[in-house]
């Protein structure tokens, strides 16, 4: 009460941050971008043609990534800064992690535009959405404060609650945008838990004041911050699907509207795990990593064990997707577990490598489930490989890429993820992940085998491939191979862009 | 001498061009297309292989870097290609019998309505092939171990609109998975204790290894080996590979694919020489499985069956060699089996060829009428694997069988198990010849397909392939061919001459292919001089005078299987179905066992994971609801719920995660 | 039991022990009076309470979407009246950049306004 008065009284300006446009200019690019459209169709008479919205979006991600050029150089010569009166920071991760989600925003906006047009509907909300979404998932990906963290969360969330139920006529959609509401808002009620607990152990949100009090101090009562870590890793959890906080994952995943679907498994997974990583591995890693390894590494196991497994029993290929998202969850989390500069580089190349994988994957479900985006079932794929030997090709690398095998993006990133792992001294792990893979292995080559071997019942469909579906398979085969074949750029990159916290003032 | 890039990159430049123009070009360019490919494959690998022959034994051999796959950090993998003695002996032999096999396939397929997709497959293999052998590292190995792996499975079941081959494609490629693991773990626990995957460095650093590490690594790798090499206990797929066109039969499941575990362990001998007693127990598998696979190939009434467990056996007596660290022999009769078994596949592809796609042996009979080259060149491979001098098979199942003899105390009982398999395959050999060239009866003139009763294991649950109409129904209906049935006024007529070009040469080879290696001096060991400088381990073979007598009862083995063999189906004086047991017919019943134990429980443990998620996930949570109904009736509606049965999920994980905090609390 | 930490949880021991007062005062006030009172059970006392209507139907009844519309709405503009006014208190305190910040805050909100406009929200019908 005396503060409040204190504040009252106080006559002098309230110190204002400079606002260093520049630095944020990625974020800024996107929401702004997101907001324009939103005016441009409200001021525009009559309605805009469909392709105007994607093209849209397309330009203003592209815009964002450009953007992020100028801020790595500055980054890589000068070294990281906080900006924003330490609210964000700017590293190399931040930024390659904005990258990432731009480009998921480019794939799910192709995606879109297809599926838009192949299910009348229409309207520039989906895209305004997803790019609102992705300036929250921006500000996630660069927040140096716990309570930035979670104002990115939201924005990132509410806009994807929405655009999972945006399909009016599917009543799964419904369903999965109500379902992924409720839980979220119960996961972020955890989340917003462990922050206020952790702000009571150490006495701010800022993660920078965080890590040097940690640093100073030793806590000789530890439950708060316990705690406060605890709850916070049930609500990143719940965002990235580890179990046991996964199981909204495979009804969501199955019921959104496909295009959406891949935006969640990337962009979303990809800010979620950047935040994570923020907290867990950079501010409490130097002092605490002893106290949360336990916990994340038990988890790892469930993770992996359960998503593997619990995917071959599916017959629905979204939801078998699904839930080998949930076991690819385990694998970054392995990266993470490793708490190393290694570890950060490794689940940076995972997180864009499978960025590609999983948007091309979902890329080729939403063409095959045609329209309606229901026939999603594995004997919706019998005999494509004759009907569409392209897609079938397609499919193919990119689930051999999910596989893990050599020459494709996925075989390096299990690759780095389970050598952090093992540098770390998780050797055990990484076996045990390895089991997982072969499992999952099985899976995808069902699909594979499927596609290519078994008799279709009756007519074999041909399902058409809109051009703008195309232009994002391709793209992401192309990226899935080059990664595959030379990695050398992206693991330079990836070893760059170690994940940093600036003090305020610097 | 950087040229050797060349070598897997012009299979895979065929494979890509019969890819975009396969279709186009049709048949049969496209399969010249592919012959031309892996012939000039064959040629480049040759001339490297002169030039080596000019220089000094250490500096044999050539490494060139393609580029850096992964850069920098802790761990780097160049994309580079090793030639050395051994990966350049393998280079000859793959490309040299691959090339023989794609000429005749241009003329086996003809008609085929994918032609030119068979042949973009065996491209591929042949590329994928070279790759695992030719890779300086275990990654660029693994890389090529799987590419040969996908191509098996997809001409395992390249006639997949027969459900019993798409079957056949999956079971090996289930159980190849299993050998997969042991590749895996087996790279990384050699990375993890010695920080490199080169092969150069690895045997180099092998020394340094602990013992069990060694052992662990080289039994992982054995495990790998068994899958892809079709070895106790994960042979069963091999047979029913059979369901594959018959080049695929020769080219991947006879001389090349099924060999590479036994390169494998060779390249990695140093590590071999530290891995104690995993050595013995890849001796005793190997053996054993030459035993049983010969027994099994007693029984079989479908040619290409009988071919199939005599390769398993075949492969059984290298892990013999291997596993007694006589690498020279393994890869001494490496060689000559993929001479004389291709030879004797190819000319069992010649023969159904020309009996209308028929395979079961008990429907030919006096063939050597109509068939008079199909018969000399099989008679020379015939007499190659039964071991009579001075025939290739001869001379190094002759040096596998001593190496044997001489490895340690339990020696004498590996040759003499050796030496029984060794007998066996003499007489289900003859068997075969017999059944199919001689008999005076000409079987399908009489006897029609249904009046005899369903031979061996043919019968068998559904994982199996059907026996005597293994792929040719589909196979035959697709192609428009009349030669579905196999009828009485059928007059058997000689295979064209790119199918007969390839059996000729080969035929060639088997007489001769022992010289490579003649154990009378050490001058005339050619290929023990050649590859024994790359290789670590201690071996040797047994004074002369014990080598004539192992010699001297080898071939009397042999001829006692013949005649044996003789006595029972040329002179009837034995009934057959006192040696052809049913257990032989089904090969032990081992792959009936794998059906039942995967089928039963094992199906219904998978079932029960399948339920997982519903019921133990969902009835743990509502079983917290039931247990504390005593608390009251508020929590009474926790029915197996939607959200809320997912939010309590995520409550019961959260107290799971603070009671696990709680345990590193102080306050 | 000098460490701050401890002082700060022992203030919650207040908050613990009212607590616990609390219920254990309603629990025994109410135990009394089921001691006390006499217990005679009629249908009538189960119904409603004497003043409120008898329920009649579903409880589930639907009510036009657009009412939701306008509590969004509204929600829209009460959020920005419990901004705006703190804010408006001290305009010096936050200065120039403060004004700025609001303005782009109002900006945002109105340009929902003017989607919702659009979309034809506002009007009834």
Redesign the interface.
């Known amino acids: 009460m005396t503060g409040f008065v204190a504040v009252l009284a106080a006559t002098e300006d309230i110190p204002t941050p400079d606002v260093d446009w520049s630095a944020i200019a990625p974020n800024l690019i996107l929401m702004l971008g997101g907001i324009l459209l939103l005016t441009v169709v409200s001021v525009v008479r009559g309605r805009l043609p469909g392709w105007f919205h994607a093209v849209w979006t397309i330009s203003v991600a592209t815009a964002a990534i450009v953007a992020v050029v100028p801020l790595w150089q500055r980054v890589q010569d000068s070294g990281p800064e906080s900006v924003l009166a330490g609210a964000l920071v700017l590293d190399g991760f931040s930024l390659v992690v904005t990258a990432t989600i731009c480009v998921s925003v480019i794939l799910a906006a192709l995606l879109l535009e297809a599926y838009l047009r192949r299910e009348r509907l229409g309207g520039p909300e989906w895209y305004v959405l997803m790019l609102l979404s992705a300036s929250g998932g921006v500000t996630m990906a660069t927040a140096n404060d716990l309570v930035v963290v979670f104002i990115g969360l939201e924005i990132l969330s509410v806009a994807v609650y929405v655009l999972a139920a945006m399909h009016r006529r599917r009543v799964s959609s419904q369903e999965a945008g109500l379902k992924y509401f409720v839980l979220g808002a119960f996961s972020s009620a955890f989340l917003l838990y462990g922050i206020a607990l952790t702000y009571g152990a150490t006495g701010s949100t800022n993660l920078s004041r965080i890590q040097a009090f940690l640093a100073d101090t030793v806590i000789t009562q530890n439950a708060l911050l316990l705690g406060g870590l605890a709850f916070m890793l049930v609500g990143f959890g719940f965002k990235v699907a580890v179990v046991p906080f996964h199981n909204w994952k495979p009804d969501v995943y199955q019921g959104s509207p496909t295009p959406v679907t891949a935006f969640m498994a990337t962009a979303v997974t990809a800010a979620a795990f950047a935040a994570l990583l923020r907290v867990y591995v950079t501010t409490f890693g130097p002092t605490y990593r002893t106290e949360w390894q336990p916990l994340v590494a038990a988890l790892t196991v469930l993770t992996l064990v359960v998503g593997a497994f619990l995917a071959i029993s599916q017959t629905n290929v979204k939801r078998m997707l699904a839930y080998s998202s949930i076991n690819h969850a385990g694998f970054v989390l392995l990266g993470v577990l490793a708490a190393s500069a290694a570890g950060d580089a490794a689940t940076l190349f995972y997180l864009v490598a499978y960025t590609f994988m999983a948007a091309g994957s979902f890329a080729v479900v939403a063409v095959v489930g045609r329209r309606g985006d229901g026939h999603h079932d594995l004997s919706d794929y019998q005999g494509l490989s004759r009907s569409r030997p392209g897609l079938a090709l397609v499919f193919t690398i990119l689930l051999l890429s999910q596989a893990g095998v050599p020459l494709t993006a996925g075989f390096l990133a299990k690759f780095y993820v389970l050598a952090a792992a093992v540098e770390s001294g998780y050797t055990w792990l990484a076996v045990l992940a390895m089991l997982t893979a072969v499992v999952s292995a099985f899976m995808y080559l069902r699909i594979v085998v499927t596609m290519y071997f078994a008799e279709p019942e009756g007519e074999p469909r041909r399902p058409r491939i809109p051009a703008a579906a195309g232009l994002a398979m391709g793209l992401c085969v192309v990226g899935v191979l080059v990664i595959g074949i030379v990695p050398g750029p992206l693991s330079d990159v990836a070893n760059d862009a170690v994940s940093q916290l600036v003090a305020v003032g610097r | 001498m950087d040229a050797i890039w060349l070598i897997p990159a012009l299979p895979v430049a065929g494979f890509l061009l019969l890819v975009v123009a396969g279709r186009k070009l049709g048949d049969p360019a496209a399969g010249w297309v592919a012959t031309l490919a892996v012939a000039g494959s064959f040629v480049v690998s040759a001339a490297v292989f002169l030039h080596l022959l000019g220089l000094p034994a250490e500096e044999r051999n050539v490494t060139v870097t393609l580029w850096q796959w992964l850069p920098a950090g802790s761990f780097q993998v160049s994309f580079g290609l090793f030639f050395d003695q051994l990966s350049g002996v393998m280079c000859l032999f793959i490309t040299g019998i691959g090339a023989l096999i794609h000429l005749y396939a241009v003329g086996y397929m003809k008609g085929d309505p994918h032609y030119s997709r068979f042949f973009v497959y065996l491209n591929l293999f042949v590329a994928s092939m070279l790759l695992l052998v030719l890779g300086d590292n275990l990654l660029m190995t693994f890389l090529g171990w799987e590419g040969v792996g996908a191509c098996s499975y997809l001409l395992i079941s390249f006639w997949f609109t027969d459900p019993a081959n798409a079957s056949a494609g999956k079971k090996a490629f289930v159980t190849n998975r299993i050998g997969d693991l042991g590749f895996m773990l087996a790279t990384f626990l050699l990375f993890v204790s010695l920080g490199t995957v080169n092969y150069t460095e690895i045997n180099a650093a092998a020394p340094k290894l602990a013992g069990v590490t060694a052992t662990a690594v080289a039994l992982l790798f054995f495990l790998a080996a068994t899958g892809k090499s079709a070895q106790l206990p994960l042979f069963v797929w091999l047979p029913d590979a059979m369901a594959g066109p018959t080049p695929v039969s020769a080219l991947i499941h006879a001389a090349t694919m099924v060999t590479s575990g036994v390169f494998l362990l060779t390249r990695l001998s140093g590590v071999m020489a530290e891995a104690g007693w995993a050595n013995g127990l890849i001796a005793w598998v190997g053996v054993l499985t030459a035993l049983v696979a010969a027994g099994a190939g007693v029984a079989q009434n479908d040619i290409k069956k009988v071919l199939a467990y005599s390769t398993v056996s075949q492969l059984g007596f290298m892990f013999l060699a291997v596993g007694t660290q006589n690498y020279v022999g393994a890869i001494f009769h490496m060689i000559t089996h993929a001479f004389f078994k291709a030879l004797l596949f190819l000319g069992a592809g010649a023969v159904i060829y020309s009996m209308a796609h028929e395979q079961d042996m008990r429907r030919y009979g006096n063939l050597r009428k109509y068939l008079p080259v199909t018969f000399v060149t099989m008679g020379i491979g015939w007499l190659a694997i039964s071991g009579i001098p001075p025939f290739s098979g001869f001379w190094s199942k002759d040096e596998v069988l001593a190496g044997a003899f001489n490895a340690g105390p339990a020696g004498p009982v590996l040759w003499f198990l050796g030496i029984t398999a060794a007998v066996l395959t003499a007489f289900y050999m003859t068997r075969l010849m017999i059944m199919t060239f001689f008999g005076g009866a000409e079987h399908w003139r009489t006897d029609a397909a249904e009046s005899l009763p369903e031979g061996g294991a043919d019968e068998d649950a559904e994982l199996s392939v059907a026996g005597h109409d293994t792929g040719h129904g589909a196979h035959s209906d697709d192609a428009g061919h009349d030669h579905h049935h196999l009828t009485p006024d059928h007059t058997p007529r000689e295979a064209p001459v790119t199918m007969l070009l390839p059996l000729v040469v080969l035929a060639g080879l088997a007489v001769v292919g022992g010289l490579m290696n003649l154990p009378f001096s050490h001058r005339l060991e050619n290929l023990a001089i050649w590859i024994e400088p790359v290789l670590a381990g201690e071996h040797e073979l047994p004074g002369a005078a014990v080598l004539w007598v192992l010699a001297i009862l080898a071939t009397a083995g042999a001829v006692l299987g013949v005649w044996f063999s003789y006595r029972v189906y040329q002179q009837h004086k034995v009934a057959p179905e006192k040696v052809e047991k049913p257990v032989l017919a089904h090969a032990w019943y081992i792959d009936e066992t794998y059906a039942k134990v995967v089928g039963g429980p094992g199906e219904a443990s998978f079932d029960a994971v399948a339920e997982f998620d519903q019921k133990v996930v969902d009835g743990a949570v509502n079983g917290v609801g039931s247990g504390t109904r005593w608390i009251g009736r508020a929590l009474r509606p926790l029915q197996p719920g939607f959200v809320r049965s997912y939010a309590l999920g995520v409550a019961v994980g959260s107290v799971l995660v603070l009671a696990f905090v709680v345990t590193r609390m102080s306050l | 039991m000098s460490?701050p930490?401890?002082a700060?949880l022992r203030d919650y021991l207040t908050v613990g022990i009212f607590a616990s007062l609390a219920f254990v005062l309603v629990g025994l006030l109410l135990f009394i009076s089921w001691l006390v009172r006499p217990d005679r059970r009629q249908a009538q006392k189960y119904i409603a309470y004497e003043s409120g209507v008898d329920p009649v139907g579903d409880m589930w009844s639907q009510s036009q979407v657009r009412y939701y519309i306008f509590a969004l709405l509204f929600v829209m503009f009460d959020v920005e009246a419990v901004f705006i006014f703190p804010w408006a208190t001290q305009l010096?305190?936050?200065?120039f950049?403060?004004l700025i910040e609001m303005t782009i805050f109002i900006v945002?909100l109105l340009?929902?306004l003017?989607?919702a406009?659009?979309k034809g929200v506002l009007r009834w019908v």
């Open positions: 460490n930490l401890s700060f010096e305190v936050f200065g950049f403060g945002i340009l929902g003017v989607y406009w659009r």
